[in-house]
C-alpha cells in the first residue's frame, strides 16, 4: 500500500503542496474549532450538572463520551469542509480551468499525485489535528466550567477512565471524513476542466455542489461510522 | 499519408496537421503526447495555454517533467535553466529572479521564455507545437530568440494548427492528413 503512494508523493512540488494545505487546514483553523469546541463543553456541563442534577466529575466524563463517540469526529470534517472545502474546489477548478490538468498529463504527469494526493492526504491528517484540538479544549473547558471546581480530581477521575480505543477509532473516523470531503471537492474542482468543451459548468456551480456533496458524505459516513464501531465501544464501557 | 511511429520521425523533418477546429486541435496534441509517452520518447510540448503549473515557481515548472522520470536534482536543473535564460537576453540577477517566481506572475513572453527552456532543457527527439506558439512572430523574429531556436532544429517537429491560424513561415511542412494520427 505505500510503496505506490511513496512513488506518486516524493515529488517536491506535492511535497510542498501538502505541507501549505496541512498548515493552511490542519493548523490555522484552530481558532474556530477551540472557539466551536468550547462553547459546546460548557453548554454541555452547564445542562448537565444544573438542568440534569449529575455530579461535576460524571459530568467531566459524559462530556469526554459526547465529544470522543458523537460530535468530535462529526464537526470537525463539518469545520474542515465549511473553511477549507471551497477553497480546495476552487483551487483545483482554477488549474482544471485553465488547462493546467490537461497541460500536465501532456508531459506525462499525473496531476493526482500533484495536487490530489498530497490534498488527501492533508486533509486526513488537518481532521485528525483538529479533533486533537476539539478535545482537548472540551476537557480544558469543561473542567473549568464545572460547578465544583476541583482540577486534579477531575481530571484523575476522568484520565482513569479514558478508553484508548474511543480515541483510535474517534481519529480514524475524523481522518476518513477529511480524506473523503477533499477527495469529492478535488473532484468537483476538476470537472471546470470541461468548460472548454461547452458543457456550461462554471467554477461557482461546481463548487457549490461540491462543498454540499462532501457534507452529505461526511454525515452518511459518520452514521455508517457509528452503526458499525457501535458495539466495539459498547464492550469497551 | 500515414505518420510513422513517432520514434521513426526522420531528425529535422517538419509535420503540420491542421485541425477542422479548437478541440480536434486539442485532442490531436493530447493523442500526439499520449503516443510519446508510451513510446517513451524524449518530447518537448510548446503550447501557451496550460503549459506552466500557476502556483509552482519557474524553476519547478521546468523542473517536472524531468524530475517526474528521471533523478535530477532541482538545484541542477535550475543552474542549467540560468544560462539558458541568459542566452534569451535576461541578465543573471532578473533571470534568477524569474526562475524563482511563480508562473501566474510572469508576462506571456516571460512564461514562453520559460516552456522554450524546458524544452531544451529536455534534448528531445520530437517537438510538440501548438501553432499558438508562432502568434508573437515578432519578438521571435529577434537574434537571441532565433539562435536558442535554432537548438531544436535537431528535432523533429509536428505543429498542431486549427483551421483559421496562420502557418508558420520559413520552414518546409509535409502535410499529415486527418485521421493518420489515429491509423497507427
Known amino acids: ?223 455508517l461510522s457509528s452503526t458499525l464501531i457501535q458495539p466495539i465501544t459498547l464492550t469497551s464501557l | 499519408m500515414k505518420l510513422l511511429p513517432l520514434q521513426q520521425l526522420p531528425q529535422g523533418s517538419r509535420w503540420l496537421y491542421r485541425g477542422q477546429n479548437l478541440v480536434e486541435k486539442e485532442s490531436v496534441i493530447d493523442q500526439l503526447c499520449a503516443h510519446a509517452n508510451a513510446e517513451q520518447l524524449s518530447y518537448g510540448l510548446l503550447s501557451l495555454k496550460g503549459a506552466l503549473v500557476s502556483h509552482l515557481s519557474l524553476a519547478e515548472n521546468i523542473w517536472l517533467p524531468i524530475g517526474w522520470r528521471l533523478p535530477r536534482r532541482l538545484g541542477s536543473v535550475a543552474h542549467r535553466a540560468r544560462e539558458l535564460l541568459q542566452c534569451l537576453g535576461y541578465n543573471g540577477d532578473r533571470a534568477s529572479e524569474l526562475l524563482q517566481s511563480r508562473s501566474r506572475d510572469l508576462t506571456p513572453l516571460e512564461a514562453q521564455a520559460g516552456i522554450l527552456i524546458r524544452a531544451l532543457i529536455l534534448e528531445p527527439h520530437l517537438l510538440i507545437f501548438d501553432a499558438d506558439w ?23 517537429w509536428i505543429v498542431v494548427a486549427d483551421a483559421e491560424q496562420p502557418l508558420p513561415s520559413g520552414n518546409q511542412w509535409t502535410s499529415i492528413a486527418p485521421g493518420a494520427l489515429l491509423e497507427r
Request: contains cysteine.
Open chain 1, 1 to 223: 500500500m505505500a510503496a505506490p503512494l511513496f512513488k506518486l508523493m516524493p515529488r517536491l512540488p506535492a511535497l510542498r503542496e501538502f505541507f501549505r494545505l496541512l498548515y493552511l487546514d490542519g493548523v490555522r483553523s484552530v481558532g474556530l474549532v477551540v472557539l466551536m469546541a468550547a462553547a459546546l463543553a460548557a453548554g454541555e456541563v452547564r445542562l448537565m450538572t444544573d438542568s440534569l442534577g449529575l455530579r461535576s466529575a460524571y459530568s467531566v466524563h459524559l462530556q469526554w463520551l459526547v465529544s470522543v463517540r458523537v460530535l468530535g469526529p462529526l464537526l470537525v470534517p463539518v469545520v474542515f469542509i465549511a473553511r477549507s472545502g471551497a477553497a480546495i474546489a476552487v483551487s483545483v477548478g482554477e488549474m482544471a480551468g485553465k488547462g493546467e490538468w490537461r497541460g500536465l498529463r501532456r508531459q506525462g504527469i499525473n496531476p493526482f499525485g500533484i495536487y490530489v494526493l498530497p490534498c488527501t492526504v492533508a486533509g486526513s491528517l488537518s481532521c485528525m489535528l483538529l479533533l486533537c484540538y476539539w478535545l482537548a479544549t472540551g476537557v480544558i473547558i469543561s473542567v473549568v466550567s464545572s460547578p465544583n471546581f476541583d482540577v486534579l480530581g477531575e481530571l484523575d477521575l476522568l484520565f482513569s477512565q479514558i478508553n484508548g480505543i474511543d480515541m483510535v477509532l474517534a481519529l480514524l473516523r475524523a481522518g476518513l471524513c477529511g480524506a473523503v470531503a477533499s477527495l469529492i471537492t478535488c473532484w468537483w474542482g476538476s470537472r471546470a476542466e470541461l468548460n472548454d468543451r461547452d458543457q456550461g459548468l462554471s467554477l461557482p456551480s461546481l463548487v457549490s455542489e461540491g462543498v454540499l456533496q462532501a457534507l452529505v458524505a461526511v454525515l452518511l459516513l459518520d452514521l
Open chain 2, 134 to 156: 508562432f502568434t508573437r512572430a515578432q519578438q521571435q523574429q529577434q537574434q537571441p530568440w532565433q539562435q536558442t531556436m535554432a537548438q531544436l532544429n535537431g528535432a523533429a
